[in-house]
Every structure is written in C-alpha cells, then in structure tokens.
C-alpha cells in the first residue's frame, strides 16, 4: 500500500526529450496530488509539476512550456513529458503523491536525468 515505483530516467542531451512515469498503488492514486520534485547536487528538493485528482496542473516557472503532467487513471500512473531538456534540469526525479484527506505523503526512490550539454 502507498507504494509508487518511478521509471524513465537516463542520460541524453541538450533539447532532446525524456517522460518519465510513476506507477502509484490504487489506493492512493484516485484521490492524491501527484507530482513530481527534483534535487539536484547541493541543492533542496523542489517541484516540478503536480496534478490534482481533477486534472488540474501546476508547474515551476523554471519548466513551464517546456514539461507536461498528465495522469492515466486506468493505470493509476502520472507521467511528465520533459521536452528541450537543458543541462540545469540535471537532478534526481522523486515521484510524489499528497493525500489531503489524511494529511499523508508518499515519496518514490527517485531516478536519475542527466542532461549533457
């Protein structure tokens, strides 16, 4: 239960695209906030992007335009669509899920992006 197991990451290069996706557990994926934050080396964990249970989808300014959230409710996976990657989006990826009701928040283990420039 509250599981989520992320996948895609990988090294590739400047402008070229990547998506990652999270598999979350069934119980947690209806009703969460998913998201996905990023940590890069010295620096704090920040957001990325979110979608609420509604579809409704925030992102850093940092990524706006160039990454998209979305959901598959039938498959109860959150992918992110990261597109004319830079150098500087290089970090570690966790998947992210926020049960509001509960106030109860699940991490995945992260993976890796590295953009060469």
């Known amino acids: 239960q509250g599981q989520l197991v992320e996948s895609g990451g990988g090294l590739v290069q400047a402008g070229e695209s990547l998506t990652l996706s999270c598999a979350a557990s069934?119980?947690?994926?209806?009703?969460?906030?998913m998201g996905w934050y990023r940590q890069a080396p010295g620096q704090q964990r920040a957001v990325v992007a979110i979608t609420s249970s509604n579809g409704n989808t925030n992102y850093a300014p940092s990524v706006k335009g160039r990454f998209t959230i979305s959901r598959d409710n039938a498959k109860n996976t959150v992918y992110v669509q990261m597109n004319s990657l830079k150098p500087e989006d290089t970090a570690v990826y966790y998947c992210y899920a926020y049960l509001p009701a509960f106030s109860r928040t699940y991490w995945g283990q992260g993976t890796q992006v590295t953009v060469s420039s």
């Open positions: 069934p119980d947690i994926f209806s009703i969460a906030i």
